[in-house]
Each structure stands twice: as C-alpha cells, then as structure tokens.
C-alpha cells in the first residue's frame, strides 16, 4: 500500500496485514477511491467474489488490468486454505480449512435432490461441552471471525458446478452459532446479499444448544432466520448430563425463549434430538418428548448418533430407532428422522479436525483430494 493511503477498517487481518476483502467491515467502497477508482466498482468486484466465484483478483477480467495488480498487492481474498477435501459417494463433501493461525474448522456440502446445502462452523471449538460431539472434547479455542465465516461459504460455493447454487445454509458445524452472534449475523447477511449468494433468510438454519438470552437477542434483531434447538433430553437430569451447560439454564427456560421466538418470527421451529443407543433412546425418553413438545407447531427431527472415536456412546438400534419415532407419531408430534449424509467422511460435527489431528499430518489439498467412494 502506497504510504500516503492509510488503511481503512480492517476487520481482523491475516498475518500478512492485508486487509481481508470477504470481511465486511472492509471498505472496499474507500478503498477504492483511495485507489482513484469510481465507487462503483465495488459492485462489479463484489459480485466476482461472491456471485462469479473469482478465485483471485486475476480473474477479474473486466476490470482494469492496473487495478487487479493493485487489489492483488493490497488485499486478501482467502485466510484459509484448505487442508483437506474429502467427497462420499453420496455427493457430499467435506473441507477441512486451516485458518491463518494454524487452527481448524470443517464444513461440508450436502447435495440433496435439488437442494445444495451448507453446513457452517461459527467457532473453532466448543465450549458446551455436549458429551456426544467431538467439536466440543477440547473446548472452546476461539470465535471465527465473520470473514472466516463467509470464505466458508464461498470455498464451498465452488465446489458446485457453474451452473448449481447454494439453496441453504444450516449453522451446524463446529462451535455454539448463539455464543458468536456478533459474527455470525453479519456474514449471514452477506449471504442473503442479492448481488452474491441470494439465499433467502428462510433457507438459513442456526442452531442452537439452546442459550434463552442469545435466543431473545436474534428474536428482537433478526428473527427470520429459521431456529433448530438441540434439546437431546425433555427432562433437566439427563439433559445436565448429555449437556453439561444445561445445568445453569435448564429446558424450561429454553422452552420458554422458543416459544417467544416462535411468536415472534411466525417460524416453525426444530428440535433436534440426537438418539444414543440406551441413553435416551427408550419409549419413556419418548413420551417424556412428546409432553415436553405438546402441541407446539414444532418438528422433531431425529439425529441418529455418528459415532464419534474414543467417546463411549452406542448408535440407536433399528428397533429402538423406529419404537421412540412410533411413540412420538403416535402422540401427534410431527417428526423426521435425519437422513444420514458423508458419514463415511466422518460429517459430524469436529471429526474430521480430530482426525485430521490426530495423524499429525496436514498435506497440501493437491496431495490429498480423497474420493472415499470405494
Ligand atoms: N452448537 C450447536 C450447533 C452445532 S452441533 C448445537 O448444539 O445445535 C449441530 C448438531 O449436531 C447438534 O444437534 C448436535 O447435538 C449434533 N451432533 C453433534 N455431534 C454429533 C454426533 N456425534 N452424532 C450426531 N449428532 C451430533
């Protein structure tokens, strides 16, 4: 940068000090006319980025040859890079990204009919501790910031083919979406950015372990977005257990803040309910469900659970699956099991950054593009 230019709000920078152009604080508006360009081409390297999937400023042909040298010397589009790419049979795949610190987060495309999903982490991490999710054996490293959040959703936006579009996003990688809401949000509104991805606020999922005061602040600022609660328990002792942080909180109080979020928002909401083989998986947990969701305009959406290395919990039976599903059909409650998707590339939440981990080696994405399709 030419010493007279002084930079303009950065955002959280990469360690090379250039500003990051997917962070939304960045002003490319001012930089530009730093640069003695029109504003208006903030636009046209807006919609590159997001809706042409320019991987470099290179790429951006129509703009002046002079100015994709100096956005290329000045700015940064990727933090990350991606250390490990893994597709399944069934369409999915996965990325495993480093950040510019070294750390790592996963996130996945879901192909799905015509549905191309994204599943997004929020944090490096997890600091609720849900006894069942690999994300969160360590604890909580830190929160992503809202340009990491978005290089997620554009390295998986080009893994799609030019003529397919992202149609959803859900916020159920790694990490609590409710405990860096100041990130999130912004990056969830560049996604609905009709010059970029245009994807409905409806199509946007978070979910949540289930934090009422987190849940009442998206109520009052933004409740459009479609809310899924993990409650994995209706009662306070097995869910403590399952969910240590249930413990200052409580299902009642979660209960409470969905219902204010669904009155507000008009939106139907989820409960997800990861089923552990003879844990919670009985027709009493079933039942004790049933009450707990009532006549609420509810969906319960059944995880079985992935079993997650060195964790002790069992996957459900087909039986006990379909037996706790029988109970919950028959008191009304309108229910669907997840169907399970990459889970030979280890989908859930945080495993592969613990594989990954573990085998100590992070090889160049070139080396290691695996097909895991035999
Ligand atoms: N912290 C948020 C979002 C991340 S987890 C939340 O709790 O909702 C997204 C979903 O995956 C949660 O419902 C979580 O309980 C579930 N999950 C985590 N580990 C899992 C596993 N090993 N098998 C099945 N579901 C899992």
Request: proline share 6%.
């Amino acid at each position: 940068m030419p010493p007279n230019i002084t930079p303009i709000t950065m955002g959280i920078t990469p360690p090379d000090h250039l500003p990051h152009i997917l962070d939304p604080e960045f002003d490319i508006r001012a930089w530009l006319s730093h640069a003695g360009q029109p504003a208006w081409r903030a636009k046209a390297v807006y919609r590159w980025l997001h809706a042409r999937r320019a991987d470099s400023f290179s790429d951006m042909t129509d703009l002046p040859h002079d100015l994709r040298l100096q956005l290329d010397a000045e700015l940064r589009i990727w933090t990350t890079h991606i250390a490990r790419h893994q597709v399944a049979e069934d369409g999915t795949e996965k990325l495993l990204l480093q950040l510019h610190d070294g750390q790592q987060i996963e996130c996945v495309l879901l192909r799905d009919g015509i549905r191309r999903t994204v599943c997004i982490s929020s944090q490096v991490g997890c600091a609720m501790g849900c006894v069942f999710c690999a994300s969160g054996l360590d604890g909580v490293i830190r929160n992503l910031t809202t340009g990491e959040i978005v290089e997620q959703l554009l390295r998986l936006t080009r893994l799609l083919p030019p003529d397919e579009r992202l149609s959803h996003i859900v916020v159920m990688g790694m990490g609590e979406p409710l405990a860096n809401l100041d990130r999130l949000l912004p990056a969830l509104a560049v996604a609905q950015s009709p010059d970029g991805l245009g994807i409905s606020q409806r199509r946007i999922t978070i979910s949540t372990v289930g934090l009422p005061s987190a849940i009442d602040r998206l109520c009052h600022e933004n409740p459009g977005y479609h809310l899924a609660v993990s409650l994995h328990a209706a009662d306070d002792l097995l869910r403590t257990k399952l969910v240590p942080v249930n413990k200052s909180i409580g299902v009642h109080a979660i209960l409470a803040a969905a219902d204010r979020y669904w009155e507000t928002s008009g939106r139907r909401l989820t409960f997800e309910y990861v089923l552990l083989g003879n844990l919670n998986d009985s027709p009493d947990h079933a039942r004790s469900l049933a009450r707990f969701i009532g006549k609420r305009a509810a969906l319960v959406n059944i995880i079985p659970y992935n079993t997650v290395d060195g964790l002790p919990w069992e996957e459900p039976t087909d039986v006990s699956r379909e037996r706790f599903l029988d109970v919950l059909r028959n008191a009304g409650i309108n229910v669907q099991t997840r169907r399970r998707k990459g889970s030979r590339i280890d989908a859930a939440c945080g495993q592969l950054r613990r594989l990954a981990r573990e085998q100590h080696s992070l090889p160049e994405e070139s080396d290691i593009t695996l097909s895991d399709s035999e």
